[in-house]
């Protein structure tokens, strides 16, 4: 029979093994979460991707309409099919229709993502790039701005601030180091120091162009019509929309008709068609939103992006 060890030789092989176990599962943990680190990066990375290449898809596609569209000629007005907007629909409804079957297949991952998107006339607001031009001020500009401005409550002050930025963004062979970079979007006007609650309010109604674009009087709203039409009141304004949403506006011979000649338009300020676009996509996969806005410029039958900006975001409601 062999001895007994003492307790304090038990003990201490009592002590190592609970060690080597504490080890064995710290390393097997470890190599979990590394493991469950790679997959997640994975999948997330493979979303980006997928997400990044349907968008892609999706402004393929409204350059295509906008392309067609021109191809018809005439006017830009809100009948179009360009201006109706794509509610939210399963990303695997278009792949059934593009393979001309009538059932979906609901074992597939295609059916958790879902695409939204719409495109807006940027024509259809007032464009910022028409305030400035070279460290010149555009008077005609100004008057508008400053009606804009009075319609929303804004305070002058601002314009003069938004103006001066430009100028200075603008002049030609500066050496001036403080002057501020000129924005590409209306979203970048901080830049030019205007306050936040300034942006929100002027956002629906402002754009900002690469050059000088006249107002589209078959797209633009009440604010915007009477903003860059000098004495139009909203009553004016709201004749205006009612009789285009009947019979479109094919040239501004029809405006002229319409307000007669007490209402002044001018050639340069106004339009009833665009080259400018915004494009709006938006793709929803489980948890994650990704977002993108892209300006187009249509010239003749191409349909041309400017620039694009994308954002991600969480879906609300869903930690």
């Known amino acids: ?47 980006r991707i997928q997400a990044a290449w349907i968008l892609i898809g999706a402004l393929d596609w409204s350059r295509l309409i906008l392309s067609e569209d021109s191809r018809a000629g005439g006017a830009d ?72 401005f009075a319609q929303l409550g804004l305070p002058l002050a601002e314009l003069a601030t938004l103006v001066q930025a430009l100028r200075q963004a603008q002049a030609p062979g500066s050496e001036n180091t403080d002057a501020p970079l000129m924005p590409q979007s209306p979203n970048q006007l901080a830049w030019l120091g205007l306050a936040p609650r300034t942006l929100a309010l002027l956002a629906p109604h402002v754009t900002l162009l690469p050059e ?70 938006r793709l929803r996969m489980g948890q994650t939103v990704v977002q993108e806005r892209s300006l187009v410029r249509r010239t003749g039958l191409e349909a041309t992006t400017v620039w694009r900006e994308r954002t991600g975001a969480q879906v609300p409601g869903i930690s």
Do not use: C
């Open 1 to 47: 029979m062999s001895p007994t060890p003492p307790p304090r030789q038990r003990g201490a092989a009592l002590l190592a093994a609970m060690l080597t176990v504490t080890l064995v599962a710290t390393f097997a943990a470890a190599a979990l979460w590394q493991q469950w680190r790679s997959i997640e990066v994975e999948t997330a990375e493979r979303a």
């Open 77 to 148: 007005h809100l009948a179009e099919p360009w201006a109706v907007p794509l509610e939210e629909a399963r990303l695997s409804t278009f792949l059934a229709a593009d393979r001309g079957v009538t059932q979906i297949d609901e074992a597939g991952g295609a059916e958790e993502a879902f695409l939204s998107g719409q495109i807006i006339d940027m024509q259809s607001r007032l464009n910022l790039s028409n305030l400035v031009s070279s460290d010149t001020v555009n008077e005609a500009a100004l008057a508008q701005f400053e009606r804009l």
């Open 212 to 281: 000088h674009k006249p107002v589209n009087l078959n797209t633009a709203g009440a604010e915007v019509l009477m903003a860059s039409i000098r004495g139009l009141d909203r009553a004016g304004a709201d004749r205006i929309m009612a009789v285009r949403q009947l019979q479109h506006f094919r040239s501004m011979d029809d405006v002229k008709k319409l307000l007669g000649n007490q209402i002044e338009l001018n050639g340069t300020e106004h339009g009833v068609a665009s080259s400018y676009f915004e494009v709006h996509g």
